[in-house]
């Protein structure tokens, strides 16, 4: 398995909704990213996790939430967003000391 | 880490070779240099990187100038679906990157490819 595996592909919510992201890989990347991408901009770092802790957080809002519950799964949990949040929401992984990442297709986020 | 100028398009016909010139003048000694793509609606793919020797995979090939302070990937025969973005991204450690790694993306090159 060669694929980083993001659910659901698109995601709709209001501002006073809760929702999560949600990011899996199987090959035995110990390091996880998420990238927050506007439309027409580069991906942008929001978190790095290693060896499922959380090493760089880029400064983001506290009304997203990461979690990494295990060396397979990287989840995004997201309260109270503004429609500025709307963006693709990117996950990534990498054998830890690489920079060699693989990247999932994006969740689409909308916050209306 | 270095920061990279690329141009912010270019364009090349089909099958013909495609040449992605990034300056990175400010890179130090143990920086290396990424190559990634990204196709329209899709998350960012990993091309190649290399540090300081010209490196060769099935995708590309990357040619890094002697004094480092640029690089040239080479797509050989590029066919429309190789139309995308491409980052070129200068990263300290590479190999040996520890927890605190991360790549930061420019606003890279369009290619377009045309038939």
């Known amino acids: 398995d060669t694929e980083v595996t993001q659910t659901p592909k698109h995601l709709v919510m209001g501002m006073t909704n809760k929702k999560s992201l949600k990011c899996e890989q199987h090959m035995g990347h110990r390091a996880m990213y998420w990238y927050k991408q506007k439309a027409k901009k580069p991906p942008e770092l929001m978190f790095v996790?290693?060896?499922?802790?959380?090493?760089i957080n880029e400064s983001v809002p506290s009304r997203f939430s990461p979690e990494c519950p295990n060396s397979s799964l990287l989840n995004l949990h997201l309260h109270a967003l503004q429609p500025e949040d709307s963006a693709l929401y990117l996950c990534?992984?990498?054998?830890?000391?690489?920079?060699?990442?693989?990247f999932g297709s994006g969740t689409r986020l909308t916050v209306v | 880490d270095a920061k990279t100028t690329q141009p912010t398009s270019m364009d090349c016909a089909e099958g013909r070779a495609a040449n992605l010139p990034c300056n990175h003048s400010?890179?130090?000694?143990?920086?290396?240099v990424y190559w990634y793509r990204q196709i329209h609606s899709q998350g960012p793919q990993y091309i190649i990187h290399g540090l300081k020797n010209n490196e060769t995979n099935e995708m590309a090939s990357l040619i890094i100038t002697e004094d480092r302070k640029s690089s040239t990937l080479i797509l050989p025969h590029a066919t429309l679906r190789d139309t995308a973005v491409y980052y070129c991204?200068?990263?300290?450690?590479?190999?040996?990157?520890?927890?605190?790694?991360?790549?930061?993306f420019g606003k890279g090159i369009t290619l377009s490819v045309r038939p």
């Open positions: 991204i200068v990263r300290n450690g590479g190999i040996r990157t520890g927890a605190n790694s991360k790549l930061t």
């Open positions: 400010t890179i130090s000694g143990n920086e290396y």
């Open positions: 990534a992984s990498s054998q830890s000391g690489t920079l060699r990442c693989t």
């Open positions: 996790y290693s060896y499922e802790k959380l090493s």
